[in-house]
């Protein structure tokens, strides 16, 4: 039984392993105790406070496996990505240098500070521990975070992104800020991710240079990070855009992985949710059905588990003593539905989707 739920200062540990197991390493979700502990204290904050619109929240959630009495994931949703420091990226655009008199016109690709992503909201500091991968339970705690979402949409902004990890090379190094960011900074990729886990990444932006980047004046290796995502993030990124989400022209300024945005509205989560009552049944009774992510009405208690899409004629949902219990529901309360299956993820690997048509 995995349940998703509000971290709890109790998962202080748990928080720690998952941080250091991180592949690669996140400078969203450090391991470094103090910054944890400060991460849930203001996630606690955020779900006991009154919000009326998106600030400075931070809600993290973690994943909990009931049989094995372990937290065995984390995930984070930043309601407003800049509310204190702007959310930096760089964003992809084409300037064309001509000359009539030498019969030239050439269209250069450019790389241009931005802090357009500030005001979305911002999925990030994924972590789940690796007996795990490859199982329902990335897709529960990757999603689930879009069922908090679809019940208290005031607490959030329309628009949705996710920062991908970029792509590092065999040594673990960053071809992308080995060709530009060190060249500002004097440091390695290893040395500034440390550091951007304890600091805002903001920092970064103070100090890069605010005139476009010219990508013919990159390295080759370089160019070809841009907007490329880490190996083992590859299935995530896959499963997001079938979830919805359309790459857009931003991407980080620290590793140049690709940064994915949408309309919430427009999300499979969101369009496919939807309220049963519930019905609790024993578990030999349940026919078969589809699996599906099921949360209760909660706030501070929220939670959310994997069970059977099994409506009844009258369309009760029917939930089993235990998954009725986790979720803290009985007979008649209502719970958030929606299918755990993505329509399209198979054929979305290796797929190339187009910009969303608001980047063009």
């Known amino acids: 039984m995995l349940v998703v739920r509000p971290v709890l200062p109790a998962d202080l540990p748990a928080l720690e392993r998952l941080a250091g ?3 690669p390493q996140l400078t969203n979700l450090p391991a470094h105790r103090d910054r944890l502990e400060e991460r849930i204290v203001r996630s606690r904050q955020a779900f006991a406070a009154e919000v009326a619109f998106p600030g400075d929240e931070h809600y993290t959630f973690v994943l909990e496996d009931l049989e094995r009495g372990e937290v065995v994931g984390t995930a984070t949703i930043r309601a407003q990505a800049g509310a204190v420091d702007a959310y930096y990226t760089y964003r992809q655009e084409t300037l064309i240098h001509a000359s009539q008199q030498l019969n030239v016109r050439r269209e250069v690709q450019t790389l ?3 802090h357009e992503v500030s005001e979305a909201s911002l999925l990030c500091a994924y972590s789940l521990d690796p007996r795990y991968r490859g199982t329902s339970a990335e897709s529960l705690l990757r999603r689930a975070r879009l069922m908090f979402i679809a ?3 005031e607490r959030f902004a329309s628009l949705l992104a996710m920062a991908f990890p970029g792509f590092l090379d065999e040594a ?7 060709s530009v960011g060190c060249h500002f900074f004097g440091r390695d990729y290893q040395e500034i991710n440390a550091l951007a886990g304890i600091r805002s990444k903001s920092f970064i932006a ?4 605010q005139f476009p980047l010219y990508l013919p004046l990159l390295t080759p290796r370089a160019r070809a990070a841009i907007g490329r995502e880490h190996p083992d993030h590859e299935r995530a990124l896959a499963e997001m855009l079938a979830e919805g989400f359309m790459r857009s022209r931003h991407v980080d300024i620290f590793d140049a992985g690709p940064v994915i945005k949408a309309e919430r509205e427009r999300l499979q989560s969101f369009r496919r949710a939807s309220w049963h009552p519930v019905r609790v049944r024993p578990a030999g009774t349940l026919p078969d059905a589809a699996p599906a992510m099921v949360a209760n009405q909660a706030l501070e208690g929220f939670r ?3 069970a059977r899409y099994a409506l009844s004629s009258t369309g009760q949902l029917m939930l089993t003593r235990e998954h009725a219990r986790q979720l803290g529901v009985e007979d008649g309360r209502a719970v958030l539905a929606a299918p755990l299956a993505l329509p399209g993820l198979e054929e979305a690997d290796g797929h190339e989707p187009g910009y969303d048509e608001g980047e063009l």
């Open 304 to 306: 959310c588990v994997v």
């Open 151 to 153: 019940q208290y949409p």
């Open 112 to 114: 241009a500070l931005s």
């Open 206 to 209: 103070e100090v890069m240079p």
């Open 172 to 178: 673990g190094e960053s071809p992308f800020w080995n």
């Open 21 to 23: 197991d991180a592949v």
